[in-house]
């Protein structure tokens, strides 16, 4: 199929939603798909001194990426939506994707087969978008949405219940790790077990709560990978930082697998609240791109206990869940992972399969096609191929 994914992403950039697009695009070009991914010509907000976006994400160059002016004027979503939109009817595919609702919306009404890919329930609430997802759904063109996890598919369905048939729960993934990778060298220099995080440092993301796990696990080298660089130097700076805290700052999306392969036990320390870019709240409808990263190392995974997360960890089975705010029950499970490599290296054997079983790239992107071509033959009165 000739595909075209519209994103409003920043490319190349530090945002997660950035590495979510590039990701499903390698993917669906990978699985033999004609892929264009539309994005935003911004300035702002980029990643500094990239000079090849598919090498800074780590994906192959399997899709074509064409930029769109991102217009320095009030009202620049909506034109931005409708010059990509336009864009995607003008290629001349015979199907369009994305987590761009403007331009998803536009594409349906121009009669382009369109998926949406929708994350947050913002669009639910907020007038202006609502009408824009009213419009798009009305659109004889529009097939399908697929939502990042079931608790936001079961909310939109309370609320547009005449999209029964036509919405898929698919939460994010990772990619199968390539072989011969070989783990970064971290240079312990003692017995202390290495415990990783990989993530943002925005409120909620659980970096106060490593740091209580710090004091109480002096036995245990903590490693933060990522944070924005002023963020991280304030950090480094703070005189009550914990010593056995080692901060990374930002390692590029193609490297963070070789650190993940390193550390012996990785951290997924949410909490009750979590922000995001932009100051958006998404602890009840999160699927962290993190956590799946985590599952295709193999590694035994210390995850906090919020109902959306146990979609994806099942407790003692193929990760631990601990309640968000006990550093003292987090420290507890460390010491016993410690002290019991065999519970470790079972854990993440159990993350690791059930990566392999529904939790790759592939298999979201496999899904989505899968429905969008039997929402088109529904729609068309035919028998999918």
């Known amino acids: ?85 336009w864009l995607a009817r003008r290629l001349g595919v015979d199907a369009a994707f994305g987590r761009c609702l403007h331009a998803c919306a536009v594409a349906a009404r121009l009669g382009v087969p369109t998926s949406w890919d929708a994350h947050m329930p913002s669009f639910l609430g907020r007038r202006n978008e609502r009408w824009v997802f009213n419009w798009m759904i009305a659109a004889p063109a529009f097939r399908m949405m697929m939502t990042n996890c079931d608790s936001l598919r079961r909310v939109v369905l309370a609320d547009v219940p005449q999209l029964e048939d036509r919405i898929l729960a698919a939460h994010n993934g990772a990619d199968i790790l390539s072989e011969g990778i070989e783990p970064t060298d971290l240079g312990a220099t003692n017995d202390r077990l290495q415990v990783g995080y990989v993530g943002h440092l925005y409120k909620g993301k659980g970096f106060e709560l490593i740091r209580e796990l710090a004091v109480q696990a002096p036995w245990a080298e903590f490693h933060v990978v990522g944070g924005e660089p002023q963020t991280v130097e304030t950090l480094r700076s703070d005189p009550m930082l914990p010593a056995n805290i080692r901060l990374h700052g930002f390692v590029p999306p193609s490297e963070t697998e070789r650190l993940i392969l390193a550390f012996d036990v990785l951290l997924a320390p949410y909490q009750a609240e979590v922000k995001i870019a932009g100051g958006g709240e998404t602890a009840a409808w999160m699927s962290p791109l993190k956590l799946f990263a985590y599952m295709a190392a193999g590694k035994p995974i210390l995850c906090s206990d919020l109902p959306v997360l146990r979609e994806i960890i099942q407790d003692k089975r193929n990760g631990l869940l601990l309640p968000p705010h006990d550093a003292q029950a987090w420290a507890r499970a460390l010491w016993n992972l ?48």
């Open 1 to 85: 199929m000739k595909l075209a994914y519209l994103s409003n992403a920043k490319l190349p950039s530090r945002e997660a939603n950035s590495i979510h697009v590039m990701k499903m695009c390698q993917a669906l070009g990978q699985l033999g798909h004609e892929v264009t991914l539309i994005a935003p010509d911004v300035r702002d907000g980029l990643a500094t001194g990239v000079t090849d976006p598919y090498n800074f994400y780590g994906v192959k160059q399997c899709f074509k990426l064409r930029r769109v002016p991102w217009r320095r004027v009030k009202g620049r979503g909506w034109i931005y939506g409708f010059e990509a939109g």
């Open 338 to 385: 410690m002290k019991s490599p065999a519970e470790r290296q079972q854990l993440g054997r159990m993350a690791y399969a059930d990566f392999l079983e529904r939790h790759t790239w592939e298999q979201r992107a496999r899904r989505a096609i899968q429905c969008l071509t039997e929402s088109v033959a529904i729609a068309n009165h035919t028998t999918p191929s």
